[in-house]
């Protein structure tokens, strides 16, 4: 920011990063009260055997982000992406290694805050709060917010439950909620695909706009023109490990050229356990 | 195409120490790391906008689907009432001794309800909640402290509705109605503490939410909301770990010194003795150990 020398200030430090997923009720006997009764009394031996199945979800992922930068992260779905991103910003516990951040980073989206049985402007300040920004914060970006997701463009809508709003109203409001904060390090979760045509393109600059402000981007997409218009540098997971780590160019073409021909398929690793996209995808 | 699974990384991460170095260096702090008590208050005080509109947005999307709407905010604790007036009134006629039983049952189920389902949203405020808990940044306490405020504002509502009862039947307007404030602090403190408890556990052992409805129903049997203590151990054959267990169990303080303010022929000498000091001692307890018991863990939430 004030001191932006040539020097690389690093912004985010992920050291040796693995992190799992423990979901209960996998064994064998599934739900079954012996089963359960089971999984109690072998409590502490081995989590296998007790019908706990651990998910490794990100595996020794190390990198380190600097100030300026916008990186991507691609990888086919369920490679661990949006798992990495919530253990940058936080809020998913590592397992092993450990993630330094430079103040809080923070991922773009609120939809978990928001509740369809309100107003689209209550339900704007309860989303600002829960990001939060102040009261006076909220009051003094509402229009804004309203006009950017334009809801009021066909009527009065924003006095309306956003139950009542389409799925693309309501995607643009959420959107133009989560954006209306400024953020250190910014995380982006996909979210670029949101809306009609006009309003993809307006939210394309808001989020170059954004990146203005922030230190540091790490945009989330499956989308390869957005990241290539987007990134200069991305980061490319596949089954949990980071396989490469380069210039957009470079590293989008070895992962064109794996996506796009199946049968050059890469030699098995050993552990293949599919990383389940279900803990992601429950919030993005 | 050569696959790319034995490219080098362009920018080798060095190995672990290196990294970590380079973190101190530039002044890095781990992410997601607990904060310590002190900030943890400071980062709750400042979310507290949030946790005011969040138990708000919760109470009044309730109704919201209704064509009475907010009415039923009110509705539901008078029909509630009418119920019990009907079982214990009407049916069984029951009076048990007790003067203006009806307003002494009502209060008492009003009370008891509030500490119970404030218990009860505490189960669930983490797990339930791991939408939100893995989306955005907050003190985590927010969650459970907000279920209890939400349970607040129903039980104003609720206490709206017990005026009405009051007063019609007969019960006197008296300057000790004003003692209900302090009461209702000291009992939200109580309950917003075992709602943080109950969350950690909660989080971490989800079926607790499955074995909470018997264990409140039990503590409900036992708290006095139908019957009275006073007349119980009046009798005196009970043995004294009994009568202390019955007459310091927190629910029946809270409830009693609710009953002593509100009802005029619910005497002093009724109360448990040191009812005042009890009730502030289990605030305390409850308050802060809870709430520094869920502190304790509060990096671990939100883990799956």
């Keep these: 920011m004030a001191e932006n020398t040539s020097e690389l200030v690093p912004t985010v430090v992920a050291d040796g990063v693995d992190i799992v997923y423990r979901v209960n009720g996998t064994g064998a006997g599934r739900g079954s009260a012996t089963a359960a009764l089971n999984r109690i009394l072998r409590r502490g031996k081995a989590e296998k055997a007790a019908g706990v199945r651990r998910v490794h979800a990100v595996r020794n992922v190390s990198f380190v982000a600097h100030r300026g930068e916008a990186i991507g992260l691609i990888g086919t779905n369920g490679s661990g992406k949006s798992t990495l991103l919530k253990a940058v910003a936080g809020l998913l516990p590592v397992e092993n290694g450990r993630i330094y951040t430079d103040g809080q980073p923070s991922l773009l989206g609120v939809n978990a805050a928001l509740m369809s049985d309100l107003t689209g402007e209550r339900n704007v300040y309860l989303g600002g709060l829960a990001m939060g920004m102040s009261r006076e914060q909220i009051r003094e970006r509402y229009d804004g917010i309203v006009d950017f997701s334009g809801i009021n463009e066909k009527g009065d809508f924003i006095t309306l439950p956003m139950r009542t709003y389409s799925s693309g109203m309501a995607a643009r409001l959420r959107f133009s909620i989560a954006a209306a904060k400024d953020h250190d390090v910014l995380l982006i979760d996909e979210a670029l695909a949101t809306g009609d045509r006009s309003f993809q393109k307006r939210s394309e600059d808001r989020i170059r706009e954004l990146r203005r402000h922030a230190g540091t981007v790490f945009l989330v997409s499956h989308n390869n023109k957005s990241i290539r218009d987007t990134c200069d540098r991305v980061l490319w997971l596949e089954r949990g490990e980071l396989r490469m780590d380069g210039p957009t160019g470079e590293v989008l073409k070895e992962y064109e050229a794996f996506t796009g021909d199946k049968s050059d398929k890469p030699k098995a690793k050993p552990k293949a356990v599919p990383a389940p996209k279900a803990p992601a995808a429950a919030s993005a | ?304």
């Design chain 2, 1 to 304: 195409m050569s696959q790319a699974l034995d490219t080098p990384p362009p920018t080798p991460a060095p190995p672990g120490d290196d990294l970590a170095a380079l973190a101190a260096r530039h002044g890095l702090t781990v992410s997601g790391a607990r904060p310590t008590l002190a900030e943890y208050v400071r980062q709750l005080w400042a979310r507290r906008h949030f946790i005011g509109a969040f138990s708000t947005a919760k109470l009044t999307s309730q109704y919201s689907q209704a064509k009475l709407g907010q009415v039923w905010q009110v509705m539901t604790p008078l029909l509630n009432a009418a119920v019990y007036y009907f079982i214990f009134g009407i049916l069984l006629g029951t009076k048990r001794g007790v003067p203006d039983y009806i307003p002494f049952l009502v209060t008492g189920v009003f009370i008891w309800t509030f500490t119970q389902s404030s218990i009860l949203a505490g189960t669930r405020a983490i797990s339930g909640n791991l939408g939100l808990v893995r989306a955005l940044h907050f003190p985590r306490a927010a969650l459970p402290i907000s279920f209890c405020l939400q349970q607040l504002q129903q039980l104003l509502f609720s206490m709206c509705a017990l005026v009405v009862i009051l007063l019609c039947f007969g019960v006197p307007v008296s300057v000790s109605w004003l003692l209900a404030v302090p009461a209702l602090v000291l009992q939200f403190t109580f309950n917003a503490g075992v709602a943080m408890v109950m969350a950690r556990m909660g989080a971490k052992t989800p079926d607790i939410a499955q074995l909470m409805p018997f264990v409140l129903r039990t503590w409900m049997y036992v708290s006095g909301v139908m019957w009275s203590i006073d007349k119980l151990t009046q009798k005196d054959h009970l043995p004294r770990l009994v009568t202390l267990a019955l007459e310091t169990n927190p629910a029946a303080v809270y409830i009693d010194l609710m009953r002593f303010a509100l009802i005029d022929s619910f005497h002093a000498s009724q109360l448990p003795p040191h009812v005042w000091p009890a009730a502030t001692a289990w605030a305390l307890i409850a308050g802060v150990g809870g709430f520094i018991y869920f502190w304790k863990s509060e990096e671990t939430y939100g883990r799956g």
